[in-house]
């Protein structure tokens, strides 16, 4: 006679193994499927039309970029971004055009394109939005009296108050 009292011992069939491996790939598959979707809807796009192009001319831009001897720097004081730029005796520069674009590093939402102008103190001032806390890129193009092109990308970070 069988005693209902005892308990079946759990046995692994083709349906459990079936179901585990189901799941296991759903949970990766619905994982990438988000992360694709988030590195898309977050990617800024280009940064050059042709890079092949834009190569060809990187070691001169360079050399003549070099040449100048620009210390240049940035930060954010309230909602005011602050651009100095220096020569070699850190003497404040006078340029014949600056134009940044100032955003955030992971997307284009926040992006601002700052209007510079020239302070008492030779520093290059423009108002920028409130900001949120984090990483901040300014990517600078600045043309020199001698119409030699500076370009640099700048990290800001923002801290909270």
Known sequence: MTDKSEKKEFELTGKHVLAIVVTAFSIIIGVNVFMAYSAVGT???????????????????KAAQEALGWDVSARVEDETLILDIKDMAGEPVTVKSVYGLFGRATHVKEDQEPAFSQGSSGAYMAQVGPLGEGNWNLRLNVVAEDDTTFQQRIPIYIKSK
């Open 43 to 61: 990617f800024p796009g280009l940064e050059t039309k042709n890079s092949y192009v834009a190569s060809q001319k990187f070691d001169t831009q």
